[in-house]
């Protein structure tokens, strides 16, 4: 059974205290692979590493820096099957969704920030003759990176890279519930020449590894992205430590989809909106709204669309739904659709675990689950579920649509199916999200801020706000006379 390690000042070493826990293969519901089950003793080993590798990386030229992040790059482009294989075992999801999403944009994200801290400059600001003003960035020091199943190392890199570039020294902990490409990034970090020290990836649980990576006093920021719960549970202990900190969280996100809509085209995306991941995107639109005269040719057209989306093997080519993460997640979805019946919905298709045969028989399979005839503001349509379960309901007019879509204590990403242009900016004015596709979902531009409100989300990543995250800002008053 393959050991995983930490990966702590340039190096892959074991757990100190030599515990482990047992990682799964979602298809077939077996551990495959042990991962450390590391506490505060392999934290602070990680933490010193960072604190010995700072000064160095903090002045060091960001043109190297920048070499550095993409021979990184270009070492996981080179092993994208090995990447792709191992996400797709790791989660559950399938190699084309691995391989089309998630270790591409993981490439992108480190060329993406290698790239934009070679042109990220402050400010000035001059008073005439008097002062000249200028604004001084420098890194913040030791940061913590902490991240979650669904996207494993997208948004792993996500963190990482704009953290790194800006030249900060980073503690790390992906969810212990796929740690496998994390392990296989960190020997491309190795591979690639990175400092020892800079990047230190410590696996293990939230409550004692994660827990402590937010608790350390010498960890000065938080990059924290999964559930909202766990979100406010680490508000909660960095911010009486003054720490900075951006929270990605859940979301509820609605698709609304108006009569003159380019019908084909939304349907198309729409399943993709649903369903991708098997639904497990905290983008994903999950309450989808209907203007009533397409009501009906809408349910037909999309049940009739999803019936056909069938759970299978996550590492077959043709395969479209994967394997869910893991199985309190199963469970946690099956007792949502349950819910949903209890509060009088119907469901139109899906609705139960898919059971595979052969050595997939005991895998975590559930089937893409549509159902109507719930109330907006029933707790189905108010709770994340975040598995492959959308529910749709019709609506009259603009403001009754509104009202629904922001009624959930989420304000994560919406999108909106009109070809009238005044309605769209005028819904996308209103609507209580951090993101509003337009026509599109996930069409992703990553020179734009990134994050939610209300329970979705504090701060923006993405672009220049990660880097302005990722750093200090100081004011520098000249005067002149
Ligand atoms: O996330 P958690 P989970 C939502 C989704 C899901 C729910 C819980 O609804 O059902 O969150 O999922 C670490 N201190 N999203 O349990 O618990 C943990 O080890 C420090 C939406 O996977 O939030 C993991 O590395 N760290 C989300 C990471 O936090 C802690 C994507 C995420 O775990 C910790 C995933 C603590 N006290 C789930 N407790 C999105 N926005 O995309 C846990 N962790």
Known sequence: ????????????????????????????????????????????????????????????????????????????????????????????????????????????????????????????????????????????????????????????????????????????????????????????????????????????LGGSCGQAIVEHPEVKAISFTGGTKTGAAIAATAAPMFKKLSLELGGKNPNIIFADCDFENMLKTTVQSSFANQGEICLCGSRIFVERPIYEKFKAAFVERVSQLKPGNPADEKTRMGAIVSKPHMEKILSYIELAQQEGGKVLCGGKRAVLDGDLKDGWFIEPTIIEGLAYNCRTNMEEIFGPVVTIMPFDTEEEVLTMANSTMYGLAASVWTENLTRAHRMAGKIQSGIIWINCWLLRDLRTPFGGMKSSGVGREGGFEALRFFTEPKNVCVKLK
Not at 23 to 31: D, Q, S
Request: net charge neutral.
């Open 1 to 204: 059974m393959e050991k995983l390690e930490n990966y702590i000042n340039g190096k892959l070493i074991a757990p100190l205290k030599g515990k482990y826990i047992d990682n799964y293969h979602p298809a077939t519901g077996k551990v495959y692979s042990l991962i450390p089950d590391s506490d505060a003793a392999d934290v602070q080993l990680a933490v010193d590493a960072a604190k010995a590798a700072f000064p160095a990386w903090s002045v060091t030229p960001t043109e190297k820096r920048s070499k550095i992040m993409m021979k990184i790059a270009s070492i996981i482009e080179r092993d994208m099957k090995m990447f792709v294989e191992a996400e797709s075992k790791d989660n559950g999801k399938s190699v084309h969704t691995a391989g089309m999403v998630d270790i591409p944009r993981a490439v992108s994200n480190m060329e993406f920030f290698a790239t934009a801290i070679m042109h990220y400059a402050a400010e000035s600001h001059i008073m005439e003759d008097t002062a000249i003003n200028y604004t001084m960035r420098s890194p913040i020091g030791v940061v913590g990176c902490i991240s979650p199943w669904n996207l494993p190392l997208y948004l792993f890199t996500w963190k990482i890279a704009p953290a790194i570039a800006a030249g900060n020294c980073v503690v790390a902990k992906p969810s212990e519930v796929t740690p496998m490409t994390a392990y296989l990034f960190s020997k491309a970090c190795i591979e690639a020449g990175l400092p020892a020290g800079v990047l230190n990836i410590v696996h293990g």
